[in-house]
């Protein structure tokens, strides 16, 4: 897998470059502004791209820009954004366009290097992983309206799981409950966000995750 990663700061750029080559992924290039990010994304073609949303020149939001210019020129590219905090308009932007080959995580998760790395491994598979922050920030805001205030504790824990891209097994393990457990509030989570049962199972997770972005 090949990657290009855009960051304006030199360390961030060498750290994660460090991690990625941990978990057997090649930085084929690094960009510190928007523009040199979408013309290293032309020339090299990369599987990945780590983008930073806060970029030269103004701090706001050129790097969410790029990623969505790159998603409409490269669709084939997996992105992974970056931030600081939380800023739930930014993945909401993100996942306008599709929740395939997306990832929105904060820049805390890349110190415990094995959970970037797989989340990493999961948006370049075709996965969608969001930040838990994320998702429970909007779980705060919106539990008292809407399908989302139908969810127990519970159901919204494992919920905040599933977008992190977690398995069924994995989420068990989290919880410390069984499978089984899982497998049940999953359903109640589908049944409860109204989402139809002939779509598939994968395609209802991405979608209960979005539909919290959407609320």
């Known amino acids: 897998m090949r990657a290009v990663i855009a960051d304006d700061s030199v360390l961030m750029r060498e750290g994660i470059t460090r991690i990625l080559a941990e978990g057997g992924i090649d930085v084929a290039a690094g960009a510190g502004d928007a523009p040199s990010l979408l013309a290293a994304v032309g020339n090299c073609q ?17 790097g969410l820009r790029a ?82 205030g139908r969810l127990t504790t519970r159901e919204a824990e494992v919920l905040a799981l599933m977008a992190e891209g977690r398995s069924n097994a994995a989420i068990a393990g989290a919880l410390v409950i069984s499978a089984r457990a899982v497998e049940k509030h999953i359903a109640s989570i589908f049944l409860k966000l109204d989402l139809p049962p002939d779509t598939g199972q994968y395609h209802r997770r991405v979608m209960a995750v979005v539909r919290y972005l959407n609320s």
């Open 46 to 62: 990369p599987d990945l791209a780590i983008i930073d949303v806060r970029m030269p020149p103004g701090y706001i939001d050129e």
């Open 67 to 148: 990623a969505i210019e790159i998603r409409r020129r490269w669709p084939q590219v997996a992105l992974v954004v970056l931030s600081q905090f939380v800023e739930e308009r930014y993945a909401s932007e993100l996942l306008a366009g599709g929740t395939d080959k997306i990832g929105y995580l904060l820049k805390d998760r890349i110190s415990d290097v094995g959970q970037f790395i797989g989340a990493v491994q999961r948006v370049a598979d075709g996965g969608t992983v969001l930040d838990p922050q994320v998702v429970r920030q909007l779980l705060a805001r919106s539990r008292k309206t809407g399908p989302l």
